[in-house]
């Protein structure tokens, strides 16, 4: 574990009394309290948040969070208080606190505190909006916690990402420069250069004794969580600039060497050469290893980056910040699509995964939720899910809340109902905290020193900063403002039922495949093209989208299994759906070949595997399969390639597909053909028994028909247990459940405009006594099921919660009646009431009522 060296005396102190002597020693203890406006108390150091003491303020547990030991949700909105007149602090927390939101998060720039001589102001001794301190005692006055950010780097449109300028130019050997030993196009750094480690420590030094007097303790509001850096790895795989610093070369030679030892010789060329070479044969690949290279350097980095995160959170720690979770966040969406997602999930799963006190959390851009991305959201959930250990909860760092011209050009706007069926989507898959970015903009103040570089601000949005947020930069409510307050005003109202939830899902899983997001570093070369155009349009969502779309579409809530994360149970495991490419790790193939002996059931979607993720033959899962791979087929002008269905798939009409591979089964295979290419007659989908387990293997890109999709997993065994009767796609269902035999169902419409009247059933049986409800187009619905709560037991309601209080629960309804049935004595005035064995039956006209117990 690298370790952020303690800071020696400099030239550069830290501007808020923490004195040479202060700065020289390791640890919180003995270091001066900086000035504070408020005067808030240090708080007494607690254990870290992983440890689930009682006595800390902030932990989680069985994918909760819990606050002073309650569970709680987290509804957040970022607040830059450096881009704000300090004047203008308590009118953007009156804005949060009328929209409803219970925690205000914020990035600290070191490029903001840090001033031209080098000295860091985290008290406003130079400027008053660079009182951290005060910004933060605001929040907790006005009832809000706090979820700090504090870099190193913050990115938020900053210059240099938020990291000064002078630690580069004083540091030239933290600068990467990336293949062919070209200059870095980004500002990114060597995270574990020791120049950086130690100019990150002395900021470390200073931020965090700050933060660590505010801690949450006694009940009362203060810092919750805090995140280690920004969007780790992001700038390096964006531009495809590994930051292949000598530095970073050493640590990659003996990581090689000790990863493959005697092996490494057949891998590399350069093995066991000096230096020199090595660093040549790494910065100029050849095409006959560079798929391996983007695989080892991708693998290597991820450890890289576990210890970068290890080292923040040990300067954290020791300034003081302890009992809170420590927050990693993910990047990976853009242009309104998250299937890059992975990537960085990939990159970052180590910093987080099973680690106690570390929690990992999205970051996501993705406007409208619509038939096209909203298995991108689904998934990305679930990918995140899927990495972590089974008390991490789900989290959203980054909500984009706002509606989207983000250029402030008038060329780009999400609807209204946006930010709402994203938030009700992550909370129906168990996320525990939302924060809301950017909830309110700003401006980018004049830098102290100008720089020439065109307007001299620390941003580089121009004046203003956040166009398209809820709350403009004159603290103004934008478009998106209403529609966000009702969201989060729907969320509060259920928090106390939410918040011990968690997400439950039918025996399906879909399978994720790290290795196959191993694609950020991507040396030039035909090999390494090769593996992009095998993996990058199948891996994680299936060819076209269709198996993750047709799973959630065709009624499944299923959750995600890491499979490079050890080997499948089928009883916990019994179906399980799979997209890949020729491209599959040889352990991944053997742990499924295992797998389906064993009794599991597998829909696999794409091309059968033949290679490792190097490139080498590898070709376990379809020798068990018992099917040798032929042609692979494109349809082009004047050939319309076509696929006709066969057995349980059919009948169904012959259709047009983009791809297919055509395979052979192996003489005296069981298996049947199910999908056949038109023109040869070859089979390109295959039902086939393997061991005591079954395959539906889909070799052509077949398009997203809910109804063949459902055939496979049902021919498969997997049955939704939750239904619905509507007439157009686009109607999906979800369900989270506490402890007690309460559950909520989460009712989504994501077509555009097209409302439907729907009944919904479980297993079978009626739910909701049969009422038909309405959902409105690009519309959902948070409906209770047997939950206990304000003293009353609600076995149903066709409404949704509104208010809860001691003897009494509002109801919002979805349309002009609702149905609310109580276990026990209850009344509403001006409902029709029926009594059936001991359930109070409300039957209401209004949108608007209140139920009372007794």
């Known amino acids: 574990m690298s370790t952020l060296p303690v800071t020696t005396p400099s030239r550069r102190t830290v501007v808020g009394g923490l004195g040479a002597a202060a700065v020289a020693t390791s640890g919180a203890l003995g270091r001066t309290p900086e000035a504070s406006a408020a005067g808030a108390p240090a708080a007494a150091p607690a254990s870290a948040a992983g440890t689930r003491r009682a006595a800390d303020p902030v932990t989680y547990r069985n994918k909760q969070i819990h606050i002073d030991g309650e569970p709680a949700l987290v509804l957040g909105g970022e607040i830059h208080y450096f881009r704000l007149k300090r004047g203008d602090w308590q009118s953007r927390l009156d804005r949060a606190r009328a929209a409803g939101l219970n925690a205000i998060a914020t990035y600290i720039p070191w490029m903001w505190h840090e001033t031209p001589d080098g000295r860091i102001d985290v008290t406003g001794r130079t400027r008053p909006e660079r009182d951290l301190g005060a910004f933060l005692d605001l929040c907790f006055e006005n009832g809000f916690d706090a979820v700090v950010r504090p870099g190193p780097f913050t990115m938020a449109e900053l210059k240099g990402e938020g990291v000064p300028e002078r630690v ?81 070369l050493r640590d990659f030679r003996g990581w090689l060497e000790r990863t493959y030892g005697d092996g490494l010789a057949g891998r590399y060329p350069f093995a066991g050469e000096s230096d020199g070479a090595f660093d040549e044969g790494v910065r100029e690949p050849a095409d006959g290893y560079s798929a391996a290279l983007m695989h080892d350097l991708g ?85 995140m899910d899927a990495t972590n250990d089974g008390d ?196 991944v193939q053997r742990r499924l070949v295992r797998y389906l002996r064993a009794g599991g059931k597998l829909l696999l979607s794409g091309l059968l595997p033949g290679k490792d993720m190097s490139g080498r033959p590898s070709a376990e899962l379809r ?36 791809k297919a591979q055509l395979c052979t089964a192996s003489r005296g295979s069981r298996a049947d053909i199910v999908l056949r290419e038109l023109s040869t007659g070859q089979g390109c989908g295959f039902d086939i028994p393997v061991g005591a387990g079954r395959a539906v293997v889909v070799t052509s890109a077949y398009r997203c028909d809910l109804g063949f999709w459902t055939a496979a997993l049902r021919r498969l065994g997997a049955e939704p247990r939750f239904t619905h ?69 609600i076995a149903y309601a066709t409404a949704e919660i509104s208010e809860i209080a001691d003897g009494r629960m509002a109801f919002r309804a979805l349309g002009d009646e609702a149905v609310v049935a109580v276990d026990g004595p209850a009344r509403c005035a001006g409902a029709k009431v029926s009594v059936e064995g001991g359930r109070t039956l409300l039957r209401v006209r209004r949108r608007e009522f209140t139920v009372h117990r007794g």
Request: proline share 7%; charged share 25%; aromatic share 8%.
């Open 168 to 248: 580069r130019r004083e540091h030239p050997e933290i600068n990467p420069r990336g293949w062919h030993g070209a200059e870095g196009t980004t500002p990114a750094v060597d995270y574990l250069a020791p120049a950086f480690l130690e100019e990150t420590r002395r900021w470390y030094d200073a931020v965090m004794p700050v933060i660590a007097r505010r801690l949450r303790g006694d009940g009362r509001p203060g810092v919750i969580a805090c995140q280690l850096d920004n969007e780790i790895g992001m700038l390096d795989w964006v531009s495809n600039t590994p930051a292949l610093t000598d530095h970073v």
């Open 299 to 383: 693998t290597f980095m991820r450890g890289r980056f576990a210890r970068y995160v290890d080292a923040l959170r040990e300067a954290a720690e020791d300034n003081g910040v302890r009992g809170i979770p420590f927050l990693v966040n993910i990047h990976g969406t853009g242009g309104d699509r998250g299937t890059n997602f992975p990537i960085g999930i990939s990159q970052l799963m180590e910093t987080y995964s099973g680690k106690p006190g570390l929690i990992s959390g999205a970051d996501f851009y993705l406007g409208d939720l619509t038939f096209r991305n909203v298995t991108d959201l689904y998934l990305v959930n679930s990918f």
């Open 392 to 587: 991490q909860p789900v989290t959203a760092l980054e909500f984009d809340a706002g509606h989207a011209d983000y250029g402030n050009d008038l060329d780009n706007q999400s609807g209204a109902e946006a930010a709402d069926l994203k938030t009700r989507l992550c909370l129906a898959q168990g996320a525990k905290m939302i924060n809301y970015y950017l909830f309110a903009g700003g401006f980018n103040p004049k830098l102290d020193e100008p720089l020439d570089d065109g307007n001299d601000r620390i941003g580089s949005t121009g004046e203003r900063h956040g166009f398209a947020a809820p709350v403009d930069p004159e603290g103004r409510p934008g478009p998106s403002y209403p529609s966000l307050v009702r969201t989060a005003r729907a969320v509060r109202a259920n928090a106390a039922v939410l918040a011990p939830m968690r997400a439950e899902y039918d025996d399906l899983a879909l399978g994720f495949v790290p290795d196959h997001y191993l694609t950020e570093y991507r040396p030039d070369t035909d090999a390494v093209r090769d593996v992009l155009s095998d993996v990058e349009p199948v891996r994680g969502f299936g060819p076209r989208g269709a198996l993750s779309r047709g799973m959630l579409l065709g009624g499944y809530r299923y959750r995600s299994v890491d499979l490079q994360a050890g080997d499948l149970d089928p009883a916990r495991t019994p179906v399980l759906g799979l997209a890949t490419g020729e491209y599959l790790d040889s352990v």
């Open 623 to 658: 020798d068990a399969l018992g099917l040798t791979p032929g042609k692979t087929l494109t349809d082009a002008n004047r050939f319309s390639l076509s696929v006709t269905a066969h057995g349980w798939a059919a009948p169904r009409a012959e259709i047009r597909v983009p």
């Open 725 to 793: 009767d509507a007439k157009l796609p686009g109607v999906f269902l979800a369900t989270t459940a506490d402890g007690d035999g309460g559950r909520m169902l989460h009712a989504f419409n994501i077509s555009s405009g097209y409302g439907q009247d729907v009944t919904f059933a479980e297993r079978g049986k009626p739910l909701f006594g049969g009422e038909r409800l309405h959902l409105p187009g690009r519309g959902a619905a948070m409906l209770p099921l047997g939950v206990r709560t304000g003293g009353l037991r």
